[in-house]
């Protein structure tokens, strides 16, 4: 099976922009999470989508949101930029089956906010 | 909501058992302990899961008494690439909202030659 796919894998932008990163989960995989990941505030969960509903949120502002497609690809969007959300995204699939919940990470989208 | 404690920082030598042990005491009953392992620039990868007793696969033990209130991740013969980052996770992967909610700072293991 192939695993799972972030894009773009590095993103350069600027105060006060947006952006959308893409998730493509593993096949047969519906749930998808996201996790921003900086050196000084570690792995931190952002929200989970689950069949296209969300199903968790973490502690972050409303400027960071996403979607789930109904082939389970998921985007997140963070508008008006600041330079604290200079971080690595990740994403992570899972089938959320008690046999088999493990969560598998994608390599991360870099983004760097100027 | 279950929270861990492990350790910031372990240094060991290649060829070398090492253990990482994690605290949590308010672990639920419908709780599972899992482990990832991280390098750096890349997603955490899964290490192993288990309930209650032991837990063995290819790349890891995964100890657990019986009060479940701490759990020890053993790694046999670690090398170099085993230097990463290993992060505890407690919680009901399939019904607990929360169970994604708190990674902590995981413990940082570097393997010398």
């Known amino acids: 099976k192939a695993g799972v796919t972030q894009t773009p894998r590095y993103l350069i932008k600027t105060r006060g922009q947006q952006v959308t990163l893409s998730c493509s989960p593993i096949?047969?995989?519906?749930?998808v999470s996201w996790y921003q990941q900086t050196p000084g505030q570690g792995l931190q969960f952002l929200f989970e989508y689950f069949s296209e509903t969300q199903r968790n949120k973490g502690n972050f502002p409303g400027r960071f949101s996403g979607r789930q497609f109904s082939n389970s690809r998921s985007e997140m969007n963070v508008s008006t930029l600041e330079l604290g959300d200079s971080a690595l995204y990740l994403c992570?699939?899972?089938?959320?089956?008690?046999?088999?919940?493990?969560?598998?990470f994608g390599p991360g989208t870099r983004l760097t906010v100027l | 909501l279950a929270k861990t404690t492990q350790p910031i920082s372990m240094d060991s030598y290649e060829g070398q058992e090492v253990n990482i042990t994690c605290s949590h005491n308010n672990i639920a009953t419908n709780d599972y302990i899992t482990w990832y392992q991280q390098f750096p620039s890349q997603g955490p990868r899964f290490i192993i899961q288990?309930?209650?007793?032991?837990v063995t696969n290819e790349v890891a033990s995964l100890f657990i008494p019986a009060d479940r209130k701490s759990s020890t991740l053993s790694l046999p013969r670690v090398s170099l690439s085993d230097t990463a980052v290993y992060y505890c996770?407690?919680?009901?992967?399939?019904?607990?909202?929360?169970?994604?909610?708190?990674w902590g700072a995981g413990t940082k293991l570097i393997i010398k030659p």
């Open positions: 996770l407690v919680g009901d992967p399939v019904m607990d909202s929360n169970y994604q909610l708190i």
């Open positions: 288990g309930y209650k007793t032991k």
């Open positions: 992570a699939s899972s089938t959320r089956d008690r046999a088999h919940n493990e969560q598998f």
């Open positions: 096949s047969g995989h519906r749930s």
